[in-house]
Antibody, heavy 120, light 107 residues
Framework: QLQLQESGPGLVKPSETLSLSCIVSGGSISSSSYYWGWIRQPPGKGLEWIGSIYYSGTTYYNPSLKSRVTTSVNTSKNQFSLKLTSVTAADTAVYYC????????????WGQGALVTVSS | EIVMTQSPATLSVSPGERATLSCRASQSVGTNLAWYQQKPGQTPRLLIYGASTRATGIPARFSGSGSGTEFTLTISSLQSDDFIVYYCQQYNAWPLTFGGGTKVEIK
């Protein structure tokens, strides 16, 4: 059974870099059939797609975040990662990682989510 | 960027009644439309993909329809677990975009 689990600091200071990892178990991140994505949800608000990455390194990012976002894949550890630079309070959110189909990139499996608070 | 608009923002329905949720795309997405449900404090769950195909384990009371720019999620007979938030998402083109959500509340 595929499982995804986010990990990383729950508190980040303004102007610093938010870093999260998503550990994938029960499936291979190197599968050619899937993208691996990040979505966030500010408290009490809706879902916002951040970006997606293919095992080969191909990436797509939300234009509103593109200048601050980097994603990467570590196939040896079966995990993928998110970095968001120059964070502000507006980046406070629950961050989810999720699996997407390669050709039909809806999100069929989600992690539990990780709350990241930006505060000094 | 394709803008997804859900209406209404809040839908008040009595248990056992039918709920109809709408999702509109700013340009055609074909049938590349998914619906998710999210219970309070929980992870979103895939309900429908391909505009009308139920995901694994989703009860038959949930149905999706539409194509192009207009889509509908119908819950035929609302049960207590169904009074939560629903989101649509287009995956026809990058960047991927979600609607703002519809909260279904007890009337």
């Amino acid at each position: 059974q595929l499982q995804l689990q986010e990990s990383g600091p729950g508190l980040v200071k303004p102007s610093e870099t938010l870093s999260l990892s998503c550990i994938v178990s029960g499936g291979s991140i190197s599968s050619s059939s899937y993208y691996w994505g990040w979505i966030r949800q500010p408290p009490g608000k809706g879902l916002e797609w951040i970006g997606s990455i293919y095992y080969s390194g191909t990436t797509y990012y939300n234009p509103s975040l593109k200048s601050r976002v980097t994603t990467s894949v570590n196939t040896s550890k079966n995990q993928f990662s998110l970095k968001l630079t120059s964070v502000t309070a507006a980046d406070t959110a629950v961050y989810y990682c999720a699996r997407q189909g390669q050709w039909l990139p809806y999100f069929d499996h989600w992690g539990q989510g990780a709350l990241v608070t930006v505060s000094s | 960027e394709i803008v997804m608009t859900q209406s209404p923002a809040t839908l008040s329905v009595s248990p056992g009644e039918r709920a109809t949720l709408s999702c509109r795309a700013s340009q055609s997405v074909g049938t590349n439309l998914a619906w998710y449900q999210q219970k309070p404090g929980q992870t979103p769950r895939l309900l429908i993909y391909g505009a009308s195909t139920r995901a694994t384990g989703i009860p038959a009371r949930f149905s999706g329809s539409g194509s192009g720019t207009e889509f509908t999620l119908t819950i035929s007979s609302l049960q207590s677990d169904d009074f939560i938030v629903y989101y649509c998402q287009q995956y026809n083109a990058w960047p991927l975009t979600f609607g703002g959500g519809t909260k279904v509340e007890i009337k």
